[in-house]
DNA sequence: CGCCCCATTGAGACGGCTCAACTTGCGTGG
DNA sequence: CCACGCAAGTTGAGCCGTCTCAATGGGGCG
C-alpha cells in the first residue's frame, strides 16, 4: 500500500543516482501542495528553491524539536507524523501529513522547530527553505498569499481538533479522524472507502487523547456494526453516512 | 479592574467625539503587538492601515463565522473571547485574547471568518486591512516576516492546547490556564499575581473541555489547599509554585 | 524456533459528568 | 424600599465512560 501511495506521486523522470529527481510542474501533486493556483512562470521560480532529498525510512526523523528553524517541508509520497514533548516528557502526536500537504509553520517565531517529524512509512518530501520562500513571495504576491492561507489553514483545522478533543468521546474522535483520513485519500483520487492506516494504534490513541485500548475497543465495535470492516491497519468504510453521523455526539 | 487594564493602554491624547484616537508609535503596547521590531518609518506605514473603531461592549460580536474575512484585529483594552460552533450546534472557545494580542488568522484560506469574536467586557480593538496589510509585508520584509511568525505562535499555542486537552486532568487544566494568563498579565506589567479573570466558568470550562461543576470544585480545591485564592473571578495566586508543579500531572 | 512488539479483550477502579438543590449578586418593577 | 426573577456560581450524590492493569493472541525478524 505504500507503494501504491508513492507510485500515485512518483514524477515522470527517475535519476541516475537514485534521489527521485522532480519538479513542481510535473508533480501530480501540484493541484493540491504549494504551487496550488500559481501560474507556470511562478511554479518555475519555487520549483528553483526547492531541495528534494533522500526518501526516509519508517521512524526516520526529517527534525527534532530545538533543532534550528530554516525550511518547510511538503510530503511528496508516504506519511509523516508530528509530535511534540513537553518539559514533563509528555509527547502528543500534533498530526499526520499526506502527499501534497505543508507541514514545519511552527518554529518561524522562535527560529526553533517546535515539534519533532517522523515518517511512519518510507516516505519523500521537498524541503522549501524559508528565507528564500520569504523573498520569493515579496515578489510574487499570490505566493505570499498562498503561505498566509496555508498557515490559516492549519490554524483552523487546529481549532477543529481542540474542538474534537474538547467535546466528543471516543467513539467520534475515531470516526472524526477516518472521515479526515478518507476525504484526504479522495483528494488524491485513491479510494475514500478501502484504506491502509499509515500509523499505529499508539499513534492514533496519543493524537486522539484516548488509550490504545479504547481505539482498539472501539474499531472492533464500530467494525461488529458493520459501520466499517477492520483488518489491522487495513480499514475499509462500509458504512459512510453512519460513520458520519457518529463525528456528531458529544461525550 | 476593567478600568485599570483599560487605562493602561489609553494612548496619550483623546479624540473630541469620544472615539480613542491612538497611533501605533505612541500605543504602550508597541513592544507586544504588531509593530514590535519595526523602526519607526515602518510604523507609521503600518499605523496609516490601522482602523480605530468605536469600542465594544461585554457581550458585543466583533465579527461571527461565515462572514467574508478582510481584517485582522489587535486588542488594545479589554479582553475578547473567539470561539467556534460546528455543524452540530456545538460550541469550542478557541481563545482568549489579552491587550497586545492580534487575533482573526484564521479565515484567510476560505475567504470567511472561522469563528465568532466577541468582547468579554468594553473593550477596543485595531483592525487591519488584512488585503493593505500583505500589500505593505511585500514590501517591509520584516513585516511579512513578523506576521508569518504571529501565525506560527498561534499554531504553537493551539498545539500546546491540544496537548493540554489531549493529555492533563482537570486540575492541571485549571493551573495551566490561570499561569498562562498570570504570565501575559505580567508581560503588561500588571501582578502576576492578582488578577480579574475576563472569562465566565462557563468560558473557562468550555475552552478547557470540562464542565462549569469541575471548574468550580476544582477552583475551591486549589483555594482549600491554599495555592489560590478566588472570590468570584478576583483570583490571586498564592503560590505560583506549587500552581506550576500542578501543571505537570497527567490525567 | 523463540522473542518482541503490536493489538485485542476482559475486569475493576476512578475522574469527571449529570442531575439537582441551594446561594449569591444584580437589575427590574411594583 | 423590598419583592422578585434571573443568571452565575457552588456543592452534593450517583452514574458512566474511559483508564489501569492484566492476560492472551498474532506477525515479523533475528
Chains 1, 2 share one sequence.
Do not use: W
Request: proline share 4%; charged share 25%.
Amino acid at each position: 500500500m505504500a507503494s501504491t501511495i508513492a507510485s500515485s506521486n512518483r514524477p515522470s523522470q527517475a535519476c541516475t543516482h537514485g534521489f527521485i529527481k522532480a519538479s513542481c510542474s510535473h508533480c501530480n501533486l501540484k493541484g493540491l501542495c504549494l504551487p496550488i493556483a500559481m501560474d507556470i512562470d511562478d511554479i518555475e521560480r519555487v520549483d528553483h528553491l526547492i531541495q528534494r532529498g533522500r526518501p526516509l525510512h519508517a521512524g526516520d526523523h526529517l527534525y527534532k524539536a530545538g533543532e534550528p528553524f530554516r525550511s518547510i517541508y511538503a510530503v511528496r509520497s508516504g506519511s509523516i507524523k508530528t509530535y511534540m514533548i513537553d518539559e514533563d516528557g509528555i509527547e502528543q502526536v500534533t498530526g499526520f501529513y499526506l502527499p501534497g500537504e505543508v507541514l514545519g509553520f511552527d518554529g518561524i517565531g522562535t527560529h526553533k522547530h517546535g515539534c519533532n517529524v517522523v515518517a511512519l512509512e518510507t516516505s519523500s518530501v521537498c524541503e522549501i527553505p524559508f528565507e528564500r520562500l520569504e523573498d520569493l513571495a515579496a515578489q510574487i504576491p499570490s505566493l505570499q498569499h498562498h503561505v498566509f492561507q496555508l498557515m490559516s489553514k492549519q490554524i483552523e483545522s487546529d481549532h477543529q481538533m481542540m474542538l474534537t478533543l474538547s467535546k466528543k468521546n471516543a467513539e467520534s474522535r475515531i470516526a472524526t479522524l477516518l472521515l479526515s483520513l478518507s476525504r484526504r485519500f479522495a483528494r488524491r483520487n485513491l479510494s475514500a472507502r478501502a484504506m491502509r492506516l499509515p500509523m499505529s494504534r499508539m499513534d492514533m490513541g496519543n493524537f486522539l487523547g484516548i488509550t490504545i485500548e479504547t481505539v482498539s475497543r472501539t474499531l472492533s465495535r464500530l467494525q461488529k456494526d458493520e459501520i466499517i470492516s477492520v483488518d489491522g491497519r487495513e480499514i475499509v468504510i462500509k458504512d459512510p453516512e453512519r460513520l458520519d453521523a457518529l463525528c456528531h455526539q458529544l461525550q
